[in-house]
Structures are given as C-alpha cells and as structure tokens.
C-alpha cells in the first residue's frame, strides 16, 4: 500500500500533502472565464478520477469538503473505486452574528458537515476573519462556535488570510488543533510579506496547512512545492489542487522527491524550442 509522509492535528493521522478542491469546483483565483471551463470540465466521475489518483499514493485527505452532493458523491465513488477512506476537512462558512438565530444557525451548518463525515472542521476564512479584532487581539465568539464543533464530534481548527489569526489564537489559548494559512513564494494574495507568514508559521503552537502553493497556477509546481516543503515545519502540511489524476500523479512525485532530497521522476513538457537540449 502506497503511504505518503504523514502528521497529526491533534490525534488524527494525515497525509502532509492534502488535496484541495479549488481546482474541480471552480474556483480558479484566475478568471470567471477560467472558473467556467474548470465547471464545464468536472462531473462526479472526473472529480472521482482525480481523488483516486491521490488516495492511490497515500494521500487520503481533502480540504474544501462540504455537503454538495456532487462532491460527497465524488469522494464515496473514489473511495470504493481504492478501498481507502478519505478524511474530510470541512471549511463551512457561518454566521457571524451574536444571538439565537447565529447560533441555530451555525448549529444547523455544523450538523450538516457533521452529517456527511467531516473529521475536522475549520470555519472559513470569511467566517474566522470577520471575527477577529485587531484592537482586542481577539477572535471574537469563536470559543463559543469551536465549543460547537467538540459537541459535534469533529476536531476545530481556523481557515485565515489574515497574518494575525495564528498568534491571537495562539495566545488566547482558543481550543483549536490546526490552522490554514497562505503561503506561496510570490506572496499571491497574502496580506503581509513572505517572510513575516514564514515567521508565523515557525511559532504557531499548532500544525499549519499551507494553501496556494502554485500562487492558483502562476507558479510552475517544481518552483512553488520546492518553497513550500523547505521553508515549513515537519508538522505543516502542504494542499494543493489539481484539475486531473496526471497533475496528482505529478504534484505528488515531486513532493515525494522533494521532501526525499532526490531527482523527480516525472517527463517534462516538450516543446520545439527544447529540441537541441534531447540526448
């Protein structure tokens, strides 16, 4: 059986690259002309066809997993298809609001990904920085909606574009095991320089899953997965999204070889231009 170097949030296994659904649900970061031809492309069958290529080499984890039929339907047809379970990391959006319709609401979001088999659940990004408070240095209700998260079963965590979510929980000590954070070598769509996240990353009490790794494609994945996997910690983990099983086949060997320090074993592109480079 194909394994692929693992951590742990908190005492669940995962894989330290995770796949992510950007790239089958459509949302390129690129163009709503690219964001139509990745949803023109994508069915149950091709959505199941990438998953398989991940869990066949160890990678048993998606990050972006929600109650859509189509993707639910999409991870069980690839499980059965591998023999493997996939564990799901949910990123719901909730309400922000304080009361009893906020929290009836969010009560009904969490059973639902709670319902279709989701281990750790990270309020969106939208959600977890809506709340915090620069002022404060504070993230505001969110002990009361990870305390909803426990109840349900499900390990809590933050999804965050904002530099300050990682040492405000951190030293708030707000009960989560796990943090999303940007994290790229060109700074795409980060709010703060490289180095300061790197920083960040290093003293978070927690393991971080780094998103973004190819900038949404403008970076080449050798470029991109050689940043990520050297500058993170042995606890971190890297997603990535991929619009077909050969670019999971790929993104996987190179992590592979990277991490492993060794020459990746994957053909590169031809072009006529390279013509006088071939032995």
């Known amino acids: 059986m194909n394994t692929f170097p693992r951590t742990t949030i908190e005492n669940l296994s995962v894989p330290r690259l995770i796949m992510g659904t950007n790239w089958i649900l459509g949302f390129s970061h690129t163009s709503k002309a690219k964001d139509d031809l990745i949803r023109s492309s994508m069915d149950v069958h091709r959505m199941a066809d990438v998953m398989v290529a991940f869990l066949e080499q160890g990678v048993d984890a998606i990050l972006g997993f929600r109650p859509d039929p189509v993707l639910v ?9 591998t023999g493997r379970k996939m564990i799901r990391i949910t990123t719901p959006g909730l309400n922000v609001e304080i009361g009893p319709k906020a929290d009836a609401d969010n009560a009904r979001t969490l059973d639902a990904v709670a319902a279709v088999g989701a281990s750790v659940c990270m309020p969106h990004q939208g959600t977890t920085d809506a709340l915090l408070d620069r002022t404060t240095k504070r993230i505001r209700t969110m002990d009361r909606i990870v305390a909803m998260i426990r109840e ?20 708030s000590g707000l009960d989560v095991a796990t943090y999303i954070q940007i994290y790229n070598a060109i700074g795409f769509l980060m709010q703060v320089e490289v180095d300061w996240v790197n920083r960040i990353i290093w003293d978070a009490k927690k393991p971080v899953i780094t998103i973004k790794p190819l900038a949404a494609g403008k970076l080449m994945p050798l470029a991109g997965l050689a940043f990520a996997w050297s500058t993170i910690r042995a606890q971190d983990m890297v997603c990535i999204g991929c619009m077909t099983p050969n670019e999971a086949r790929e993104a996987i060997e190179l992590s592979r070889a990277l991490i492993e320090r060794r020459r990746p074993q994957v053909e590169l592109q031809t072009t006529r231009s390279k013509e006088s480079l071939k032995a």
């Open 73 to 81: 339907a999409a991870v069980k047809e690839a499980e059965d298809r």
């Open 152 to 171: 349900r079963g499900m390990i809590p965590g933050l999804s965050t574009h904002m530099p300050e979510t990682i040492p405000y929980a951190d030293a």
